[in-house]
């Protein structure tokens, strides 16, 4: 079975200064997706970076860039230059491809990590 | 565009009660998703639906029931509320291609009592 851990409950960082996020999965498959959620307290859950297993470059969106290393299935997210908005839960999240054996490749989340923004 | 609108925001049930959450969309998707948040966890997929007249179980079906008679609409019925349902509850759509990610709803905050 497929699963995503975020061992890193809480995290802190200073405003402008630079945090990384951790998230590991277990998975048998070769093609799948990676993304990060940010969940603000308003609960709204919003996409902030997504990456494609067979694409070797790092996702970047601006101020969020991940650092994909397959082989170690490890997916970690850096947000550079924080902003006190950028204070939320993230979630890491993984999909399979859709495959015709009925795999339907829905999201698997993990935990959660808390990132607090001190101005 | 309103893309998916959840209702109610909260509810507060008693033990035995029931009631349907209800999620809509107006972005065409085929896929539609309940899912469950509890405190300190990830999401967890209760049902799933890839088009209208067909739905199947997730990770935490027990409990729910789900229809799904047009594509707008994915409501989830909770039949003799526990405690152990209390949590948010999400709904979040896709289309069909891989290229986009989901849409999620704001959430219900459910608390059985």
């Known amino acids: 079975a497929q699963t995503v851990t975020q061992s890193q409950p809480e995290m802190s960082v200073q405003e402008a200064e630079t945090v990384t996020l951790s998230c590991t999965y277990d998975?048998?498959?070769?093609?799948?997706?990676l993304f990060w959620y940010k969940q603000p307290p308003s609960r709204q859950m919003i996409l902030v970076i997504r990456?494609?297993?067979?694409?070797?470059q790092n996702a970047t969106e601006n101020r969020f860039s991940v650092n994909f290393q397959k082989a170690a299935k490890s997916f970690s997210l850096k947000i550079s230059d924080s902003q006190l908005g950028d204070a939320a839960m993230y979630f890491c999240?993984?999909?399979?491809?859709?495959?015709?054996?009925?795999?339907?490749?829905?999201?698997?989340f993990g935990k959660g990590t808390k990132l607090s923004v001190k101005p | 565009n309103a893309g998916v609108t959840q209702t109610p925001k909260f509810r507060i049930l008693k033990i035995g009660q029931s009631m349907t959450l209800q999620c809509a969309q107006d972005?065409?998707?085929?896929?539609m998703y309940w899912y469950r948040q509890d405190p300190g966890m990830g999401l967890k997929l209760i049902y799933y639906?890839?088009?209208?007249?067909?739905?199947d179980k997730g990770e935490v079906p027990n409990g729910y029931n789900v229809s799904r008679s047009t594509t707008e609409d994915f409501p989830l019925r909770l039949e003799l509320a526990a405690p152990s349902q209390t949590s948010v509850y999400f709904c979040?759509?896709?289309?069909?291609?891989?290229?986009?990610?989901?849409?999620f709803g704001s959430g219900t905050r459910l608390t059985v009592v």
């Open positions: 990456q494609e297993a067979y694409k070797q």
């Open positions: 979040a759509s896709r289309p069909q291609s891989l290229d986009y990610g989901y849409t």
């Open positions: 639906s890839v088009g209208a007249g067909i739905t």
């Open positions: 999240a993984y999909r399979i491809r859709p495959n015709y054996g009925g795999s339907q490749g829905n999201l698997i």
């Open positions: 972005m065409n998707h085929n896929y």
């Open positions: 998975t048998s498959e070769s093609d799948y997706y």
